[in-house]
């Protein structure tokens, strides 16, 4: 029984570091994703003085501001043979129903390939625009984000090399306290399956973060962003199983001879 809940356990952590991403179209907000597109729609037919209405009205709307909304209105006309979304994130206020959610779409028009992110607020229940970026694109955005080797520095090979060693050591803490026999070692698998600290590279873009004083439930997980989002690849510090494999390691360096001094 108990090697079967340490199977399991296994198993769920695995499961959980390599699984997809949710599908986006059934969490996105449908306040926030349609008023974004609407607003899209307004640019595409050149409806600037309705475009401009539902931004923040605390953001500049001088001559300068129209004419990028016109600018962006040209790359934009022609027929929308597609627009379609990407990911979003979401950020909620704690004590009210505020909020903001950055959405990103691939629109593909008669002129062209695109990806636009738009930031879009809720306060006190009205939706506005309080963001906007498009890029033109020579090649859809799912072969632009897929991951491949090609073209990666020697940084990427060693964070990589990295994530497939940290799980590994974390691994061996738990197997050595799987074997131990002593009636902690439930205890020791449980504090060695969170991670502590957190370096994260965007395998699409080379750009490092990091946090350290973050818990993360797995050491080396992959992410990919939405269905044609970029790819993450995450490490935290197995830090309880370091500690135990050291502690194994000194305690087995040096075995006691149980048959010294005797005759």
Not at 134 to 162: C, M, N, Q, W
Not at 171 to 176: A, F, K, N, P
Request: some cysteine; aromatic content about 12%; overall charge neutral.
């Amino acid at each position: 029984m108990k090697k079967f809940i340490f199977l399991f356990l296994l198993a769920i952590v695995f499961a959980t570091g390599c699984s997809p991403a949710p599908i986006l179209d059934d969490t996105v907000p449908e306040d926030a994703d349609h008023i974004a597109r609407k607003f899209l729609t307004m640019l595409h037919d050149g409806s600037i003085d309705e475009a401009v209405e539902i931004f923040d009205p605390k953001l500049n709307k001088g001559e300068k501001f129209r004419n990028e909304l016109i600018k962006l209105s040209g790359q934009l006309s022609g027929s929308f043979d597609e627009v379609r979304l990407v990911q979003h994130g979401r950020i909620q206020a704690m004590i009210n129903d505020n909020a903001q959610t950055r959405i990103t779409y691939e629109i593909l028009t008669a002129k062209g390939r695109f990806v636009t992110n738009i930031a879009v607020s809720k306060n006190e229940g009205v939706l506005l625009i309080t963001g906007l970026y498009l890029e033109e694109l020579d090649k859809p955005l799912e072969e632009i984000t897929r991951f491949t080797f090609e073209g990666k520095s020697t940084l990427h090979y060693v964070f990589f090399a990295l994530a497939l060693l940290v799980p590994i050591i974390a691994l061996y803490g738990m197997y050595l306290a799987y074997c131990s026999g002593t009636h902690l070692r439930w205890l020791w698998m449980i504090c060695m399956l969170p991670g502590t600290g957190n370096v994260s590279l965007n395998w699409t873009s080379g750009h490092f973060s990091s946090n350290a004083f973050s818990i993360s439930t797995l050491w080396a997980p992959f992410i990919r962003e939405g269905l044609s989002g970029a790819t993450y690849i995450s490490l935290a510090l197995p830090f309880v199983a370091g500690i135990y494999i050291y502690r194994y390691w000194k305690a087995n360096r040096h075995p006691v001879n149980t048959s010294a001094g005797r005759d």
